[in-house]
Structures are given as structure tokens and as C-alpha cells.
């Protein structure tokens, strides 16, 4: 049975900084590629950064590039977002997410983590 698990979300002060965790399960890590979302209230969720299986390439939304960064450590089977210069409007649910790298293609969510900024 596939787990996705969040943690590490919180309340910080602009400018801050926070690192996510996600601790998956019940699949073969390595092969997966790894995705961070967030949703915040009144809005819909958005893609934040992506990482390959394997090479480890990393994508970010331009609103977080420079910002934030995804990594993976594939003996612990565990996704990370460091998230720096935090700013406000970065205030969200932040959830895992991964998809069968084969068809069908099944996705999996993890049941998020939420991240405030504010002062």
C-alpha cells in the first residue's frame, strides 16, 4: 500500500526559512520520480517543484526558483523541500505527490502539511 507522509510544515516569519519531509512507502522509491504541491485557501493547487528518478533533475515553479529546493534521499525513501526567503503569499498546504512511472499511471497524495508565513 503506497504512503505518502508530510511533515515538518509550521509557522514561520517572513524571510524564514523551512524544510518539508516526505516519507514514502509500499513502492520502489528510486523509480519514482517526486513532486511538491501546494494549495492555498481560495485557490487551486499548483505544481512547486519536481525531481526525477535516477538523475535527480529538478524543476521549479518561477515564483519559487532560487527560493526553494526539492532533493531525495532514496535509502531513507524520503522526498525534502527546503524553503527559504519565505514570503507570505508562499502560505499553503504543501502536499507529496507521485505517479506509476507505467500505465496506468496511478497518482498518489500524500494528506499534506501546512506552511504559514506570517509575523
Known amino acids: 500500500q503506497v504512503q505518502l507522509v508530510e511533515s515538518g510544515g509550521g509557522l514561520v516569519q517572513p524571510g524564514g526559512s523551512l524544510n518539508v519531509s516526505c516519507a514514502a512507502s509500499?513502492?520502489?522509491?528510486?523509480?519514482?520520480?517526486m513532486k511538491w504541491y501546494r494549495q492555498a485557501p481560495g485557490k487551486e493547487r499548483e505544481l512547486v517543484a519536481a525531481?526525477?528518478?535516477?538523475?535527480?533533475?529538478?524543476n521549479y515553479a518561477d515564483s519559487v526558483k532560487d527560493r526553494f529546493t526539492i532533493s531525495r534521499d532514496d535509502a531513507k525513501n524520503t522526498v525534502y523541500l527546503q524553503m527559504n526567503s519565505l514570503k507570505p503569499e508562499d502560505t499553503a498546504v504543501y502536499y507529496c505527490n507521485t505517479k506509476q512511472p507505467w500505465w496506468p499511471g496511478q497518482e498518489y497524495w500524500g494528506q499534506g502539511t501546512q506552511v504559514t508565513v506570517s509575523s
Open positions: 525531481i526525477t528518478s535516477a538523475s535527480g533533475s529538478t
Open positions: 509500499g513502492f520502489t522509491f528510486r523509480r519514482y520520480a
